[in-house]
């Protein structure tokens, strides 16, 4: 049962850009299913399991493979603050879209950008709408002007308006002020 909850977490993981509530698995998971599986192995002579290596083999494997991930799980969790959630800045006048403000560390910098989202369940997706440009702080404003559109007030008070096919979740114009 792990191992199949182990095999599921690949492609949520994968899908976790586009389909941001999958972002909620963490990413230690697998390899504790992997733990756990090689632990019930290594009991599996209580539920029939009676010659030795029946059960160290598949143990002692599952073991070694996640024997090297334990000190980078212990390194990314130490390491990656799980306070960096969006901010949810404006929603759509009919409830099923919302735009959060994101904040991104780069190696020098930390990038500010602005997404879209969709507000309906376990397969909502989301798309990036702008990313401000290097050094850049976070938009002034970002709000609805419309069914599919979203303005975005830049640091500098230059508009830029993006339009968006809901039904696709795809930016298909973004317009960026002249001045």
Partial sequence: MLLIVDLAGVPVIYLSDRFYRFQEFP??????????????????????WRRAQDRLVPAGILMLSVLPLAPLMLWWLLLNPSDRSPVVVAVSS??????????TEAMIDTLCGVRLRERGGLFS??????QA????PCP??????????ISIIDYYGREITAHF???RMKVTQLLQATS
């Fill in 27 to 48: 990413a230690w998971a697998m390899p504790m299913c992997w733990i756990a599986t090689a632990v019930l192995v290594l009991l599996a002579s209580r539920i029939g």
């Fill in 94 to 103: 009919d409830g099923r879209h919302e735009v959060v403000r994101y904040r």
């Fill in 125 to 130: 997706r989301q798309t990036d709408v702008w």
């Fill in 133 to 136: 440009p290097e050094s850049q």
């Fill in 140 to 149: 002034k404003r970002v709000s609805f002007t419309g069914n599919d559109t």
């Fill in 165 to 167: 096919d809901a039904g």
